[in-house]
């Protein structure tokens, strides 16, 4: 909850605006998600994701990481921060107390409040205003002469980096001038315990130099970071076999092809309804909004149904599929993309007893490995089961207006 007074009396509406526009932008599964804005006269609500993890700062605070606890903490750092650049948004104040953790112990990166857009260059195609936590901020930060907003956030998850690893800083002085200089020369010694690899990657993050100051791409392309990611698809491929023995050559109780039990789905209610109509959908207000990591259609087949489709798809099109809650259906590329594997989500709701909608929403990965997905493989592939998709026409001829099977429905439909 904000006060608008302090808001306006501060100055800090532009700041407001802004933090506002980056979170509607920079919707990934590792930064913490705006799901909604709502303001009365005297404030303004933030309805944001629950982290119940806390802050990564409570874990190092106690002490160094293990190696392998370390790494998926910044694996997953680094696929976030890649895609907000790849939105244009910089960050410039990263530090594990602005990295939390939801119930599974996945890193969100949050605080947006000190975060700049690609329109915030000046002609020199440099950002210029001096912020950040001293012991995390990049060295040309400092020297105020003009920064790239890539290669300051870079510098600063080198620094998180070597405090998961050590538990302690690479640049620490009770004076901050002596702190300072320490930057300047990227003055920091790595432990002994750290593997060589790793002092490998932090020297190249930890350049004082920002033209020589390693890429992203060059982070990725590691041996420590290829190395986590091996062992990563290693777990993962064991959990799958372990969870769909059929996989492995067993069988299961689906064999038959008969179902016994009815499927557990999601619900939806009436503001979740009202929620998915365009016409109540106010993020336009507050800049461009990217909602192409989402897809729905909807179905007048029995869950069965399209559960047995959305799984014959998955396997046509080389998909690991398992089931995770009610509804909920993970489906998981083997393969390494742009910006690792492709993670999809499809859940289904029952809105009544004959209708369901899916939702299909992009977990990790591409944006555009994902929508090719979507458009060019399942689309065609789930015909059989889609009544229409989202923003697409309705499909009269399979139900016709004023049908005496859901009149209420498609009054509600039309009127919509």
């Given at each position: 909850?904000?006060d608008k007074d302090k808001v306006l009396r501060?100055?800090?509406?532009?700041?407001?605006?802004?933090?506002?526009?980056?979170?509607?932008?920079?919707?990934?599964?590792?930064?913490?998600?705006?799901?909604?804005?709502?303001?009365?006269?005297?404030?303004?609500?933030?309805?944001?994701?629950?982290?119940?993890?806390?802050?990564?700062?409570?874990?190092?605070?106690?002490?160094?990481?293990?190696?392998?606890?370390?790494?998926?903490?910044?694996?997953?750092?680094?696929?976030?921060?890649?895609?907000?650049?790849?939105?244009?948004?910089?960050?410039?104040?990263?530090?594990?107390?602005?990295?939390?953790?939801?119930?599974?112990?996945?890193?969100?990166?949050?605080?947006?409040?000190?975060?700049?857009?690609?329109?915030?260059?000046?002609?020199?195609?440099?950002?210029?205003?001096?912020?950040?936590?001293?012991?995390?901020?990049?060295?040309?930060?400092?020297?105020?002469?003009?920064?790239?907003?890539?290669?300051?956030?870079?510098?600063?998850?080198?620094?998180?980096?070597?405090?998961?690893?050590?538990?302690?800083?690479?640049?620490?002085?009770?004076?901050?001038?002596?702190?300072?200089?320490?930057?300047?020369?990227?003055?920091?010694?790595?432990?002994?315990?750290?593997?060589?690899?790793?002092?490998?990657?932090?020297?190249?993050?930890?350049?004082?130099?920002?033209?020589?100051?390693?890429?992203?791409?060059?982070?990725?392309?590691?041996?420590?970071?290829?190395?986590?990611?091996?062992?990563?698809?290693?777990?993962?491929?064991?959990?799958?076999?372990?969870?769909?023995?059929?996989?492995?050559?067993?069988?299961?109780?689906?064999?038959?092809?008969?179902?016994?039990?009815?499927?557990?789905?999601?619900?939806?209610?009436?503001?979740?309804?009202?929620?998915?109509?365009?016409?109540?959908?106010?993020?336009?207000?507050?800049?461009?909004?990217?909602?192409?990591?989402?897809?729905?259609?909807?179905?007048?087949?029995?869950?069965?149904?399209?559960?047995?489709?959305?799984?014959?798809?998955?396997?046509?099109?080389?998909?690991?599929?398992?089931?995770?809650?009610?509804g909920l259906f993970k489906l998981e590329g083997?393969?390494?993309?742009?910006?690792?594997?492709?993670?999809?989500?499809?859940?289904?709701?029952?809105?009544?007893?004959?209708?369901?909608?899916?939702?299909?929403?992009?977990?990790?990965?591409?944006?555009?490995?994902?929508?090719?997905?979507?458009?060019?493989?399942?689309?065609?592939?789930?015909?059989?089961?889609?009544?229409?998709?989202?923003?697409?026409?309705?499909?009269?001829?399979?139900?016709?207006?004023?049908?005496?099977?859901?009149p209420e429905l498609e009054q509600n439909r039309?009127?919509?």
């Open positions: 909850m904000i501060v100055g800090l509406s532009e700041q407001i605006k802004r933090e506002i526009s980056v979170m509607r932008i920079a919707k990934h599964p590792n930064v913490v998600e705006l799901y909604e804005v709502m303001a009365t006269k005297s404030r303004i609500y933030f309805v944001i994701e629950y982290c119940k993890g806390g802050e990564l700062f409570n874990k190092v605070s106690k002490g160094k990481l293990r190696e392998d606890v370390a790494w998926k903490y910044f694996y997953q750092l680094i696929n976030a921060v890649d895609f907000c650049h790849s939105r244009g948004v910089y960050h410039r104040d990263i530090k594990p107390e602005n990295l939390l953790l939801d119930d599974n112990e996945n890193l969100k990166i949050s605080d947006f409040g000190l975060s700049a857009l690609a329109d915030c260059k000046r002609q020199d195609g440099l950002l210029h205003t001096t912020c950040g936590t001293p012991a995390y901020v990049a060295p040309e930060v400092i020297n105020r002469k003009g920064y790239d907003g890539t290669k300051a956030d870079i510098w600063s998850c080198g620094v998180v980096l070597f405090v998961l690893l050590a538990g302690y800083l690479p640049f620490h002085d009770s004076n901050l001038m002596e702190m300072y200089r320490k930057i300047g020369k990227a003055d920091f010694k790595c432990p002994s315990w750290f593997a060589p690899e790793a002092k490998r990657l932090l020297c190249k993050m930890l350049d004082p130099n920002h033209e020589t100051r390693i890429t992203i791409s060059r982070i990725k392309e590691s041996s420590w970071f290829r190395k986590g990611l091996q062992l990563k698809q290693k777990r993962m491929g064991k959990q799958v076999r372990e969870a769909n023995p059929m996989e492995a050559g067993g069988s299961g109780p689906g064999d038959s092809g008969e179902n016994h039990e009815a499927p557990q789905l999601g619900n939806l209610n009436a503001f979740d309804i009202i929620a998915l109509s365009s016409g109540f959908d106010l993020a336009g207000l507050f800049g461009e909004v990217y909602n192409t990591q989402e897809s729905r259609f909807a179905s007048r087949k029995p869950a069965s149904e399209i559960i047995s489709k959305l799984e014959e798809v998955a396997k046509g099109l080389k998909l690991k599929i398992r089931k995770q809650d009610a083997s393969k390494e993309g742009k910006k690792g594997a492709l993670s999809i989500d499809a859940e289904i709701f029952q809105v009544t007893q004959t209708f369901h909608l899916v939702e299909v929403k992009k977990c990790n990965g591409d944006t555009m490995e994902y929508q090719k997905l979507v458009e060019e493989d399942l689309k065609p592939a789930l015909a059989d089961i889609v009544w229409v998709w989202q923003g697409e026409k309705e499909k009269d001829e399979q139900l016709p207006r004023g049908s005496q099977d859901e039309e009127s919509s």
